[in-house]
């Protein structure tokens, strides 16, 4: 795969069989049991909810779940491929889990979604913005993830699957937990390009903005070139074993590795080395700039 506008990112594999955001879908969704929804490569599906304000469920491959509106948490699993893009997350509801939770299936999407003011806070229950379970290649880009209950996104135990997860160029702020909360996974995952602002200390958090966390195994984590701003703590891998790469790392104040499998804190010149052991594992460049 090439890489993407994201730097050390490939480019979502399916692209250019994706439809038009132009298309408007049925409305396929169930409440208690799974609606399967199943295009081919060549013709995605499409579906498109309208203002739905319970659970929805759907499962398949080849479709594309956009330009729709939740009120309710979405589920969504299935071999994939499969997408979610372009659609809106808000006023949820006040039972547990996120607003997105995929929760299987391979070659992911999440792109271009807006996620906010998601379940009360302070919140009764645990809810994210999106919660990861068990996929397997994952792409989260360029969602607006704000104002949540818990975490914007929470990697849960083996989070992104055996296959890479990628997360580049999402806006997050003000959620009552963590931007990002990595539990378990087996990585690598890469998060570039986000920016991460008004993480604060409260009752049901440490006020930090990435929470590397101490729970099942993990694998290798890379961060680079992600914004800080407004947080209580930036950076927290306190107690991880995961193998941290935080390389250019914008604006970060605050950062607590104590007995953390950090392997690096780099930046300009001295991040190089890194830079090249990442083209060396994957084949991307990860040195670049921004979009």
Not at 36 to 45: I, L, M, R, S, Y
Not at 204 to 212: D, L, P, Q, Y
Not at 258 to 283: H, I, M, V, W
Request: charge should be negative; hydrophobic fraction near 30%; glycine fraction near 12%.
């Amino acid at each position: 795969m090439i890489g993407s506008v994201y730097p050390g990112v490939p480019e979502y594999p399916y692209r250019d069989q994706l439809p038009s955001l132009d298309v408007v879908g049925d409305d396929r969704c169930g409440s208690n049991d799974y609606t399967t929804v199943n295009g081919t490569p060549e013709q995605w599906a499409v579906v498109t909810v309208t203002s739905r304000t319970q659970r929805c469920r759907i499962q398949g491959s080849y479709f594309v779940i956009q330009n729709s509106s939740f009120h309710h948490k979405l589920q969504v699993k299935g071999p994939g491929p499969w997408a979610v893009r372009n659609s809106t997350f808000t006023d949820g509801p006040t039972v547990g889990g996120g607003a997105i939770n995929p929760q299987s299936g391979a070659d992911v999407l999440i792109e271009g979604n807006d996620i906010h003011d998601w379940g009360p806070r302070p919140m009764n229950m645990d809810q994210q913005g999106i919660n990861l379970t068990g996929t397997n290649r994952m792409w989260i880009l360029g969602n607006n993830i704000g104002y949540v209950a818990g975490d914007s996104i929470m990697g849960c135990h083996r989070c992104g699957g055996p296959g890479p997860l990628y997360i580049a160029g999402n806006t997050m702020n003000d959620s009552w937990e963590n931007a990002m909360d990595f539990k378990g996974f087996v990585g690598p995952v890469v998060a570039v390009c986000n920016t991460m602002s008004g993480y604060l200390d409260r009752a049901t958090s440490n006020g930090e903005a990435v929470r590397v966390n101490d729970e099942g195994a993990q694998g290798e984590l890379w961060l680079s070139k992600n914004r800080y701003a407004n947080n209580h703590v930036d950076i927290a891998p306190y107690g991880s074993k995961a193998r941290g790469y935080y390389l250019d790392e914008r604006g970060v104040q605050t950062f607590n590795d104590r007995r953390s499998n950090t392997q690096a804190r780099a930046s300009g010149d001295d991040a190089a080395p890194y830079y090249a052991l990442y083209a060396e594992r994957y084949g991307l460049d990860l040195s670049g700039p921004c979009p």
